[in-house]
């Protein structure tokens, strides 16, 4: 019953920012954590960012840890990406994910994409 929305990717130059929003919807209150992860080019799908329900505590892949921040605003019910310093190398499609918690469910946006370049 949870649904995600991604937004926000565009094409970036090396240095620049940008920030991805994830709307949710649906029972919102059964979902554990969200979490963004990213796929580039020929490369397996990866972590990127979690945040826990109720507590807030972050957590970071140590590939974007101190340049990306993920954040919640649970009265828009949206989940943020911040992403600071960017480089080619964080040129993917990024996924936002919400977990149910318990093995319950574990539910996908459809992505958007991120492109750093010139």
């Known amino acids: 019953q949870v649904q995600l929305v991604e937004s926000g990717g565009d094409g970036v130059q090396p240095g620049g920012s940008l920030r991805l929003s994830c709307s949710i919807s649906g029972n919102i209150e059964s979902i554990y954590a969200m979490r963004w992860y990213r796929q580039a080019p020929g490369e397996q799908r990866e972590f990127a960012a979690r945040?826990?329900?109720?507590?807030?505590?972050?957590n970071y892949a140590d590939s974007v840890k101190g340049r990306f921040t993920i954040s919640r605003d649970n009265a828009k019910n949206t989940v943020y990406l911040q992403m600071n310093g960017l480089q080619p190398e964080d040129t993917a499609v990024y996924y936002c994910?919400?977990?149910?918690?318990?093995?319950?469910?574990?539910?996908w946006g459809q992505g958007t994409q991120v492109t750093v370049s010139s």
């Open positions: 945040i826990i329900s109720g507590s807030d505590k972050t």
């Open positions: 994910n919400a977990d149910g918690g318990m093995g319950h469910f574990n539910v």
